[in-house]
């Protein structure tokens, strides 16, 4: 360097040649080929660590709002519910069995390990359940209102008895993960327990490094299944926060998984390597236009009934959702995953198709007529005018109402897009002040959950106050009956039944109008590993991690 | 005496006044922070069980009874130094996750903010020095140029050029995985790579006021009758103009540097965010976000007391370099 920096780019560039001499400016992480010779994944990395932008190290898989996602990786449940068929996977426990319709039998499995060598019995989960009953505020999933008592009945049996007679409680139970006694038992406030050093769990991974920008887990060689995990480390990098940023850091290759929304995924993530680029979005909840039950003109079936075929599903689906989805059947089932439940010889899957013609016949024969300039009247004699409420920062959303709006306003209704902010708009939902918007429900592998809360009464509450779930305000005594049915069903054919009779009345009455489902992001890269599920091979949703790391194989050699 | 007499009695009044304010400002606040907790965990769909709501609730301990009592354990807790546990990082307190984000604040923002003062001041005075000449010509033009540009788009287009494009240097971050914060030569050197886009934009922008500050006050002293008197005497210029002009005009920027130093949180929001460089800007985001109430209050303090205190500081130092101030005060 023999001349002063004169400007800008000098100093860059000044700046830079300093910087190369600090041991390399970027990509400190990449190391080496992908290919170990040991038939081993090197390593895969996950966008984000979770617990916010300045992440503490956090392992307590009871405090779901602070820990970090690796969390996730070092403890497991008694049975998986993957979630993308909602097939019941056993994992801690190998099998279970119902004594009556009330106690629920799991068989633990044998020769399971902490990751500190001592060994998984039933009392570890006795155990577990027992703590989150005696601090409650660690129930976050809300199991104890469901059990009566937890008790281990033999060293590879546990007992749930349960309040009320039924299978519902099944998937509940389920995603309450077990923690071993013999370290928990000596935490003197396990709701402050951080968990942050060696976390001691049954899970594939295990803790090897924590700092705000990564967090490390390494295989678990004492895992069960350990001969099925051939990943050797699960990298956790920070995000940056910034959507645009992390795309391109996706398009780069820097991430194995992902599941955060791109638009034109297949522009600015499949194209930059489409050999080991893919993304496969499986539809998740149903996406349904909400209308407030308790006023005029919504509170009339017929009116509700003609609007099902008013609108243009297909055109959101293709242009606002960028066809990454599939329009929602009227059903209010997840389809095709939760086609299962369909009753026998529901045409097209309970889909209505896009038909003013019809919506048009149906308004006027329900008595909404149109008067010289082509305005639909309400039963007062008055044009019907009311306003359609959307988040402005969900530009999907936005895109998809507008659609919605057009066709509304091809019936003559005086409609109006009414942009908010997301908290607002949220606020308002629950709070019941809106005439139309659109509310996300469904989806769950819990059928109880996935109906009860979008139409139980018990979800409700009245305009003015927060609604927890049943935002549209739907009171009905056939539907809070048919969900009693529904939640203390112990045969898969009686919730079937249930299920048939809540499917008719979402076909018949018309509480909401499902429009299309919304994706589960994933987005995978085969440079490292393959065998991520997609729709050839839907053998779990994308997030179903436990399942896909015993599935995932080295790309070559 | 008096001067400074008084002038401490104001420090603690003030004080007094803004740890009021900040505990009752957040308690004034609509919303519920359980709900915004859980409403950012189920995401879109905000189904919430009471239940759970329930028990975030006892979890976080939300706030409730009676106000005057709260204030009281509020003071006593104060004393003592602790700003109670945070929500978003719940069961880690206030105290660790401030710690942890303070030294990258102080090291980017407060070096750059010291180094504009001093660049800004330099270039400042050499325009008025040398007015109406090329030199005064392109910095006066240059710095309001740039001034008009906003800071997040030049930040952004550094990001892009030289992360991005170029990929000189990283994105975002104030380190990579690979290293660890700790006192390794590794650390530093990743550390220092991380901070540099950060720095240079705020290099291009923060000069800018000092520049034009400087440069006006100096014209106008250099125009007084004791600078023309001295020049009438025949002193060499470049003495007029350090002794007489720089002297004089420096002093309302060093009570603007001194507040700019005390509330340097509030300017290193958008630069941390850009960045996503992990201090207290981006913190103080998202505890405003979350509705993060002990993480909220104990930021918020520590800037109104870094300002109070940098004003109580300013003013010291003002009383020390111009006489006059004590006299009128005292009189």
Redesign the interface.
Known sequence: MTRRPRNITALMATLTSSCLLLAGCTGTEESGGSVSTDGMISHISYAGIGGGSAPQANYNPFLDASQLVATNFVYETLYVIEQNSCKEVPWLAKSYSWRDSRTLVFDIRDGVQWNDGQAFTAKDVAFTFNMIKKHDVLDTKGVWPLLDSVKATGDDQVTFSLKEPGASPFTIINSVRIVPEHIWSKVKDPTKFANAKNPVGTGPMRVKSFNPQQVVTERNPRYWQADKVKVKEVWFKANTGTPEIEQLKMGRGEYDTNGMFIPNVQKSYVDRDPKHHHYWYAPGMVMSVYMNLTKAPFEDVAFRRALTSAFDRGSVARKAQLGYVKTASQTGLVLPGQSDWLPPGTKDGGRVGFDPKAAEKALTEAGYKKDSQGRRLGKDGKPISFKFKVPTAYTDWVAAAEILVKNLKALGLQVELDRTSPEAHDEDRAYGRYDMMFGAHGGDCNMSLGFGHPLGSDGTAPIGKRAFSNEVRWKDKKTDDLLADLRTASSKRDQKKAVAGLVEIMQTEVPMIPIWYGAKWFQYDTTRAVGWPNAKNPYAAGGDNLILLTHLRPARG | MIYFIRRAGFLLATLWAAVTLNFLIPRLQPGDPAQA?????VG??????????A??R??LGAPDGNLLAQYWDYLGALAHGQFGISY?????SVG??VA??VPWTLMLVGVTQILSFVIGTLLGAWAAYRRNSRVDTVITLGSTFVGTLPFFWIALLL?FV?A?SL???????????????GWT??FF??A??HS?LPA?ALLITGPIGWIIGMRNNMVQTLGEDYARLARAKGLPRRRIALTYGARIAILPNVTGFAIALGSILGGTVLVE??F?Y?GLG??L??AVT?KDFPLMQALFLFTTVGVLIANFLADMAYGLLDPRVRRTEAA
């Not at chain 2, 907790?37 to 965990?41: A, D, N, Q």
């Not at chain 2, 879109?44 to 709501?53: A, E, H, Y």
């Not at chain 2, 990929?167 to 914060?181: A, I």
């Open positions: 907790l859980l409403s950012r965990l879109k769909t905000g189904v919430i069980d009471p239940d759970q709501l028990a975030v006892k979890m978003t990082y719940y069961p880690y660790d996750v942890q984000a990001v030289f991005i990929n000189w240097f990283p994105e975002g971050g104030g380190y990579g995985g690979g290293s660890s914060p030569w590794l050197s990743d220092f790579q540099v240079v965010s850009i996503s992990p981006r913190l985001l998202e979350n």
